[in-house]
C-alpha cells in the first residue's frame, strides 16, 4: 500500500484490484462478473479546457507540468496538497487556519486537488469554497446535539458499508477514499482514514452483494462513500456488473463530488464504463457557482452526452451559499449544465460543524427565495436528515393561509392570499387567516 504523510491513501483506489485474492471468487455470480468485465485499454488522456484562473494558477504553482499530466486524474489525485508546508506554498494562510491544520489528525484530512486549489482566492480566508476546504480552529469546538454519526448509519449497517434505511433502497458505502475533503462531510468519522475503524473495499464489498442478493425488497442501491468515481474503472465495472447481476435491482445512483473537483476524472474510460451499465443516475455534490468552470462544464457535457440524467445536492452552508442569489445562480448555471437541482440540505451535526449550520428557517427562506421567481426546474426540495436515523424529511414554506367555509386560502409566491374551492376539504381548518404571518 502507497503512504504518503498521514495515514490516508496517497493513491486513489484504483491500483490494487488485480492483488485480490482468488479465494473470495467463490461463487459463480462473482467468477461471472469478472469474466464480463471490460477489458483494460491503452490509457489515452483526451483534450479538456483549461480555463483562464486555472492557467494562471498552473504558470505560477506548476509551471513544468504539461497537459498530458495536469488533465490526468491519478496525477492530480497523487498531487494532492494535504500538509501544512504543501498549503504554505499555495495559499497566504491566516493563523486560525495554520493552527488548525497543524492540529488535524485521524479521519476527514486535509485534501485538495491543485485543479480544485485553482479555483480559489489563494489571500482571503473568507473565500467559499476555501472555506469549505481548508481547516480552521471551529472545527475542534463542539456544540448540545453534535455528534460523530448523528444519522445513526451505523446503526442501520445491515452490514459493513451498506446502510438499509429505507423499505426499499440501500446506501452503498464503497470506499472510504475522496480526492478533496469537505469539511463539514456527514461521514467526516469514515472518510480518509485507510487505517481507521471504517473499510470499504472490494473485500468487504462480498457481503454487501450477498445481503442484497437475498433481499428481494431492495431495487434501488445509492453507490456513495467517499466518492465512487475515484474508483478505477476495473474497479468500477466490477462492482455495476456485480448489481446489474442481481434481478430485483432497478435502479443504481452514483453521489459524487468529482465534476467539480476533479473533472478530468470524466475521461473516456469512465464513459466506456458508465455506459456500459446505463442507466446510471447521477447526483452531484454543487455548493457554490464558483465551483462551475469550463473544465466542469466539460465533465457534465461529457456524462448528459452519454445518457445520465444528472441532479444537484448542495449542503446549506452559513456564509457560504445562504443567500437566494447566490444558489440562484448557482442553479440556473447547473441547469445550463443539464444538471436538475434535487435536494438542498441543512447542514448536518456532524462534530465540529456549528460554524457551517444556518438554522433551520433559513432553507426555508431559500426556497421561498426561489420558488415563483425563478424556473420550477431550478427550485429543490428542501430537506432536513433527521438526526437519529429518521431519514430525509422534507420542509416547505406555509403558503396554506387558512380555511373559510369551502374555500382553502392559499398564499402565492408574492405573498397574496386566494380562495380555492374545496367543498370535502379540511386542510386549513383550525388556522386563522387573519393570524398567518403573510
Known amino acids: 500500500m502507497n503512504l504518503d504523510s498521514g495515514s490516508e491513501l496517497a493513491e486513489p483506489p484504483s491500483r490494487d484490484f488485480a492483488t485480490i485474492s482468488p479465494n473470495i471468487i467463490s461463487n459463480k455470480a462473482l467468477a461471472h462478473a469478472v469474466s464480463t468485465m471490460s477489458k483494460p485499454k491503452a490509457k489515452s488522456v483526451p483534450r479538456f479546457p483549461c480555463g483562464k484562473d486555472t492557467r494562471e494558477f498552473r504558470r505560477k504553482f ?3 507540468i504539461p497537459d498530458r499530466l495536469w488533465n490526468d486524474w491519478q496525477w492530480q489525485v497523487r498531487n494532492r496538497i494535504r500538509s501544512l508546508l504543501e498549503l504554505e506554498r499555495v495559499f497566504q494562510l491566516s ?22 486549489a485553482s479555483r480559489m482566492n489563494l489571500a482571503d480566508a473568507a473565500n467559499p469554497l476555501r472555506r469549505t476546504h481548508i481547516p480552521v480552529m471551529d472545527e475542534y469546538l463542539r456544540t448540545p446535539g453534535e455528534a460523530e454519526d448523528p444519522l445513526g448509519e451505523d446503526h442501520d449497517a445491515a452490514v459493513p458499508g451498506l446502510i438499509h434505511r429505507y423499505p426499499d433502497r ?25 487505517g481507521g475503524e471504517y473499510k470499504f473495499r472490494p473485500r468487504e ?11 428481494t425488497e431492495v431495487r434501488d442501491v445509492l453507490l456513495s462513500g467517499g466518492d465512487p468515481l475515484t474508483l478505477g474503472e476495473d474497479k468500477l465495472d466490477y462492482l455495476l456488473t456485480r448489481l446489474r447481476a442481481i434481478p430485483h435491482i432497478e435502479f443504481i445512483r452514483i453521489g459524487t463530488k468529482v465534476p467539480m473537483v476533479l473533472p478530468m476524472r470524466v475521461n473516456s474510460a469512465l464513459i466506456r464504463v458508465i455506459k456500459k451499465h446505463r442507466p446510471i ?19 457534465f457535457n461529457r456524462l448528459a452526452d452519454a445518457g445520465v440524467p444528472l441532479g444537484s445536492q448542495t449542503v446549506l452552508l452559513k456564509g457560504i451559499n445562504d443567500n437566494v442569489d447566490t ?32 438554522p433551520v428557517e433559513k432553507g426555508i427562506e431559500m426556497i421561498e427565495g426561489l420558488r415563483g421567481h425563478t424556473t420550477g426546474y431550478a427550485v429543490p426540495q428542501f430537506v432536513v436528515d433527521a438526526p437519529g436515523g429518521g431519514g430525509k424529511i422534507p420542509l416547505l414554506p406555509n403558503y396554506v393561509a ?37
Open 281 to 299: 443516475w447521477m447526483s452531484v455534490h454543487a455548493t457554490h457557482p464558483d465551483e462551475l468552470s469550463a473544465e466542469s462544464v466539460e465533465a
Open 205 to 215: 464489498w462480498e457481503a454487501a452483494f450477498s445481503y442484497l442478493e437475498q433481499h
Open 95 to 116: 493563523d486560525e487556519e495554520r493552527e488548525a491544520v497543524a492540529r488535524h489528525s485521524g479521519s476527514l484530512p486535509l485534501g485538495v486537488t491543485p485543479y480544485y
Open 62 to 64: 506548476y509551471p513544468g
Open 170 to 194: 440501500v446506501l452503498f458505502l464503497v470506499t472510504g477514499f475522496c480526492s478533496t475533503y469537505c469539511r463539514y462531510c456527514t461521514r467526516s468519522r469514515a472518510v480518509g482514514d485507510s
Open 402 to 438: 387558512g380555511r373559510d367555509g369551502d374555500d382553502l386560502l392559499l398564499r402565492n409566491f408574492e405573498g397574496n392570499v386566494y380562495r380555492y374551492t374545496d367543498p370535502e376539504g379540511t386542510l386549513g381548518a383550525g388556522v386563522n387567516p387573519f393570524a398567518t404571518e403573510l
Open 327 to 358: 444558489l440562484k445562480e448557482l442553479y440556473h448555471r447547473l441547469l445550463q449544465c443539464r444538471v436538475r437541482p434535487y435536494y438542498l440540505y441543512q447542514c448536518d451535526p456532524i462534530t465540529g460543524s456549528s460554524h457551517f449550520r444556518t
